[in-house]
């Protein structure tokens, strides 16, 4: 075998984090496929909302998390067929791998797929998402005009959601929007296990950096809206750079949080 190079279909790699050992099985191919599932569900068992199993549960019994799958999806699938064309679009798939986690014994306590890279047209009706997933949210002032208050939140709230959407874009005019939103409950709590809702967690920071946009009668429009929101969203200005805090999944009535059913 001196003389043969290449590159190995599989190869395994260990390593630990946080106290806990792992390994993992890198395949070293590429996939094309077009897959189609009307409903795919992975982890199916119950469990307690404390996260402990019940293997003897029957789905009726008070304290269960809401969905019985890790994992529901409805209407799965990965490519497409051209509508104009007839083609097939395949979804793209490079070095999968099976990920172990490994108590002190050796035994495994968790498994998680992946892949090196994936691209390709995915769609599906969320019912239940796990894991740990980060969403960059990015947007210019502009965008706020197209904030929709709830008003029945309380009209005071509504009505400083209402002027934001008025005086923010051509105050902060294109300056960039900026927030992190995640798996979450509806309550607005990180909730990364059998979540249906994504948005923004309580005191997760909305950013608008109107550096270089905002003069000294701007700042003072938005000094006084920032004195005038309610102490739970944290208002502030950082130079030119204003921050409101999620709370209970809105800021200043607008809904932050997303329920993945109703998309």
Not at 30 to 43: A, N, R, S
Not at 46 to 55: F, I, V, Y
Not at 70 to 81: K, V
Not at 82 to 88: A, N, P, S, W, Y
Request: aromatic share 10%; with cysteine.
């Amino acid at each position: 075998m001196s003389n043969v190079t290449g590159q190995a279909f599989f190869s395994v790699d260990s390593y630990d984090y946080d106290g806990t050992d792992f390994m993992r099985v890198n395949l070293g191919i590429e996939i094309e496929t077009l897959l189609d599932i009307g409903e795919l569900e992975v982890g199916r068992y119950h469990r307690w909302e404390n996260g402990d199993a019940c293997l003897e549960c029957d789905g009726t019994e008070p304290g269960l998390e809401r969905h019985a799958a890790d994992l529901m999806l409805e209407n799965f699938s990965l490519g497409h067929i051209d509508k104009d064309t007839g083609e097939i679009d395949p979804f793209y798939l490079n070095e999968p791998f099976l990920e172990f986690a490994l108590d002190d014994q050796g035994t495994p306590i968790g498994v998680r797929l992946g892949f090196a890279n994936a691209k390709g047209w995915l769609s599906g009706n969320i019912q239940s998402l796990t894991g740990n997933i980060d969403i960059a949210i990015q947007d210019t002032a502009y965008g706020l005009s197209q904030m929709a208050p709830d008003c029945s939140a309380g009209a005071y709230e509504c009505f400083l959601g209402l002027l934001l959407s008025i005086l923010g874009p051509p105050i902060l005019q294109g300056s960039p929007l900026e927030a992190e939103a995640n798996l979450i409950s509806p309550e607005g709590e990180l909730d990364p296990v059998r979540a249906n809702m994504v948005g923004l967690e309580n005191g997760k920071e909305f950013r608008a950096d109107g550096t270089g946009e905002i003069n000294f009668f701007e700042r003072g429009l938005l000094d006084l809206m920032i004195a005038l929101t309610p102490s739970r969203y944290n208002a502030r200005r950082e130079g030119d750079v204003v921050i409101f805090e999620a709370a209970n999944c809105d800021i200043l009535s607008v809904p932050v949080c997303f329920d993945f059913r109703k998309a």
